[in-house]
């Protein structure tokens, strides 16, 4: 899932960014900049905010490299707007959906254009992930013959996903995991609530991710989770009722709060602490472990990333979540002797 794009795109630098963004100036103002950059880190960590602020720093025209963005040239003033003519920005036309190859095609026919301002064109495609097979092939072409004058930016949680040939030709740039006590911080500079460790807990630390579930009352949803799991294993739940409300809920925040519940479930299993959910959720987890195959529950876990990938593939959410409730149905069925 990718990380929130406002209608207003911010361009703060993050507190946990500035050494990160030293560095990226630092190249610039050597000339020794890559024509394309593969920015990845953890969800929530302010990939697509750096990105922009980047974007906004290529096309701005202050000579004074490591002031820019200089916000007062014509150009900064575009990029704040969200409509400089040679910042392009390639998304999923949904959230959770694929980038398929004719939106790459466009990207690369943009590419060959006259730029309009001081002779840079950026291009961001985020999250690079979210590319099909067939779009990823499209865009190793332009990789392998870069056009003069343009940068291509791709931001990923899940570099991995990438193919090698992509990312082999990629120089990357890593945004890693904020330390608690300054997520927290920051956090609480924005009169969220008195939740923030548990937020962030969730978010595996991640500011932005943990900002986002408090505004949601994602912590609430992923307990009903929690609840909905316990009530299907002792079948004192209708299946049918569960999966309506996973589909009202959605299934892309169904699928991640399983993740996040899964994932804390296996540690307990190994006999480790919990460490995405709050303390108070272990007696749930506890039951919800008990005399359940451990190799069904990692059966279980592949069959969530095989939905996972069938969701990016336009799946029908509805089908999708149904298919949940039957997993976990068919995980917590007792064997038969």
């Known amino acids: 899932m990718p990380e929130a794009v406002p209608d207003r795109p911010s361009r703060e630098l993050l507190p946990w960014q500035e050494e990160t963004w030293r560095h990226l100036l630092d190249r610039l103002s ?9 920015l990845s880190g953890p969800r929530g960590v302010g990939k697509e905010q750096l990105a922009r602020r980047l974007a906004a720093a290529l096309v701005c025209e202050s000579q004074e490299v490591m002031d820019r963005p200089c916000e007062a040239c014509p150009s900064c003033r575009l990029s704040r707007a969200g409509t400089h003519p040679d910042v392009h920005w390639l998304a999923p036309e949904e959230e959770g959906k694929a980038i398929r190859i004719d939106a790459v095609r466009d990207l690369i026919g943009r590419s060959a254009l006259t730029t309009q301002a001081r002779g840079v064109r950026v291009f961001v495609i985020s999250p690079a992930e979210a590319m099909n097979r067939a779009a990823a092939n499209a865009l190793l072409k332009t990789l392998e ?18 193919p090698a040939t992509i990312r082999s030709r990629c120089q990357q740039v890593t945004l890693n995991s904020v330390q608690i006590a300054v997520a927290a911080a920051w956090l609480k500079k924005r009169g969220t609530s008195d939740d923030e460790e548990s937020a962030l807990s969730l978010a595996g630390g991640a500011p932005l991710l943990a900002l986002r579930f408090l505004e949601e009352k994602r912590l609430e949803q992923v307990m009903r989770l929690v609840e909905d799991l316990g009530a299907l294993k002792t079948r004192k739940a209708n299946p049918v009722a569960v999966a309506a409300h996973w589909s009202q809920m959605g299934a892309e925040k169904v699928l991640d709060g ?22 108070d959720a272990g007696e749930h987890l506890q039951v919800l472990m008990k005399n359940i195959n451990l190799r069904k529950l990692f059966d279980f876990v592949d069959e969530l990333n095989r939905l996972e990938l069938q969701l990016a593939n336009n799946l029908n959410g509805a089908m999708l979540t149904e298919r949940m409730v039957n997993a976990w149905l068919a995980t917590t069925r007792a064997e038969k002797r």
């Open 258 to 279: 399983l993740r996040r519940i899964l994932g804390d479930l296996l540690r307990l299993a190994s006999g480790q602490t919990l460490r995405l959910l709050p303390p």
């Open 145 to 162: 013959e870069p056009v003069p004058s343009s940068t291509l930016v791709l931001v990923s949680s899940a570099p991995h996903r990438l």
């Open 30 to 38: 050597s000339g020794r900049f890559p024509h394309a950059l593969l």
